[in-house]
């Protein structure tokens, strides 16, 4: 079976995600499943020689469930697109680009698109000119050579930052666009759109090409409820962690 999960932003204070992550890996952790997160499985990630705890329990937990036969793929978001090379390696999973289309295995007929979903909020023009910043190869080598003490110190203030900023924008601008969304579609033929990102629960319906297309938003998780999509072969549906 395919599950697909998004925005844990696992961080030091967040135990009770941690458990409900936990929980998850453990039950699903078998021969033939496999696991996408479709990114900001992390608050934050300043580079993978984070030496902080939650990161490396994090790792072990991903470790410790591609150890007992999941298959994991990672899609970086716009909290953890610094994940890389050295992360993936140690956590045993496999870096997916944005967007992914994905075969559903035995279903050839049966196409997901993946994508984190921020690449989709085209109306708000100051987000995308941050995303291509922090995205550029320089910027991220710079970054990266700075102190882990630095590092954090400017993950922090872009948080705060973007926080405040986001309490000004108007709803159409930290959701989806419909045109972006149909245009990355289109491509595709029909596929079943997943994301998470906009924290709009819920299972959407558009007209590309004279088709009809789901798109799924992802669940974001709190301390007390996970929520998962399962593909089992025949039908997706979604699920609480507990």
């Known amino acids: 079976m395919l599950y697909f999960i998004s925005d844990l932003h696992l961080a030091d204070d967040t135990p009770g995600i941690f458990a409900l992550f936990r929980a998850l890996l453990d039950r699903i952790a078998r021969e033939g499943n496999s696991l ?3 990114g900001d499985l992390f608050s934050v990630w300043i580079g993978d020689d984070d030496d902080a705890i939650f990161a490396q329990d994090a790792i072990g937990l991903l470790r410790h ?9 990672f899609q970086r978001g716009n909290r953890d697109f610094l994940a890389g090379a050295a992360f993936a390696k140690s956590a045993r999973l496999e870096l997916l680009p944005d967007p992914y289309r994905l075969i559903a295995p035995g279903e050839p007929e049966k196409i997901f698109l993946l994508t984190h979903g921020d690449i989709l909020c085209t109306e708000d023009g100051e987000y995308q000119a941050f995303r291509r910043q922090v995205r550029d190869p320089v910027w991220q080598s710079d970054f990266l050579q700075k102190p882990l003490t630095e590092r954090r110190k400017l993950a922090a203030l872009i948080q705060a930052e973007s926080a405040q900023e986001k309490g000004r924008k108007a709803d159409y601008q930290t959701d ?3 045109s972006a969304v149909e245009d990355m579609i289109r491509p595709y033929g029909q596929p079943t759109l997943l994301h998470g990102h906009t924290h709009r629960t819920g299972r959407y319906y558009h007209l590309v ?8 938003v992802l669940k974001d998780w709190s301390e007390s409820q996970g929520e998962y999509l399962c593909w089992d072969g025949e039908t997706l549906t979604r699920q609480a962690c507990l």
């Open 209 to 216: 090409n004279g088709l009809t297309i789901e798109r799924w």
């Open 65 to 73: 469930a591609a150890n007992q036969g999941l298959r994991i793929f």
């Open 176 to 178: 989806v666009s419909g």
């Open 36 to 38: 996408y997160i479709l």
